[in-house]
């Protein structure tokens, strides 16, 4: 199994492009979630999916979108990207059912000029 | 806002020594978790603690857990120069519909050869 994947690794946009950042899992799971990382902020929700089907806002969804486009992915778009938007990207995934951990992606650094 | 908060920021120690990292939390939790994140790469699982335990061990690691007072303690004992990551508490207050992991900020420990 491969676990959580992300793509790309690494990007560099200029103010006011798009990008989607694709996530997959193949563990089955149900619920997925998008992170940022910043440095001495730690990890931050953007958006989370709970079940295939729903989507929901996390601490910082300003300038993001999301699709679960299945059960297996999970994308988030920047529609008009800003400096503010620089950051390391994780997906992570996670059994529905509580006390089941998340499992990470290794991350999309994306770097906006 | 973060529900974890780890304490120390940053931690340095020689090889053989233990580490002991803290994480205080505001809300009542279903669990608790621990991760490691190597630099550069995504958060690693760790250990698991539910919130009617108040001792857990894996391998060379010891998780408590104090309900009454909001917090746990992380103990690596000794230490390896693979050790070296930053590490974050995450608290689990899974209920209903909201399937969210809380993380703090990290404590980031070097153990030196």
């Known amino acids: 199994n491969a676990g959580v994947t992300q793509t790309p690794k690494f990007q560099v946009l200029k103010t006011g492009q798009s990008m989607t950042l694709q996530c997959a899992q193949d563990m089955n799971h149900n619920s997925m979630y998008w992170y940022r990382q910043d440095p001495g902020m730690g990890l931050r929700l953007i958006y989370y999916s709970a079940s295939e089907g729903t989507t929901d806002k996390g601490e910082v969804p300003n300038g993001y979108n999301v699709s679960r486009l299945n059960k297996r992915e999970f994308s988030l778009r920047l529609e008009s990207a800003a400096p503010s938007q620089t950051s390391v990207y994780f997906c992570a995934s996670r059994l529905i059912s509580i006390g089941y951990e998340q499992y990470f992606g290794p991350g999309t650094r994306l770097t906006v000029t | 806002s973060q529900q974890g908060e780890e304490d120390p920021q940053a931690l340095s120690i020689q090889e053989g020594e233990n580490a002991t990292m803290n994480c205080s939390y505001k809300?009542?939790?279903?669990?608790l978790q621990w991760y490691r994140q190597n630099s550069g790469r995504g958060l690693v699982h760790l250990i698991l603690?539910?919130?009617?335990?108040r001792e857990k061990h894996s391998g060379r690691l010891r998780v408590t857990l104090d309900t009454s007072k909001k917090s746990s303690s992380l103990l690596i004992t000794a230490s390896r120069a693979a050790d070296t990551a930053s590490y974050f508490c995450?608290?689990?207050?899974?209920?209903?519909?909201?399937?969210?992991?809380?993380f703090g900020k990290g404590t980031l420990l070097t153990v030196n050869p």
């Open positions: 995450a608290t689990d207050n899974s209920g209903g519909s909201n399937y969210k992991l809380t």
């Open positions: 603690i539910r919130s009617n335990e």
């Open positions: 809300t009542s939790i279903n669990n």
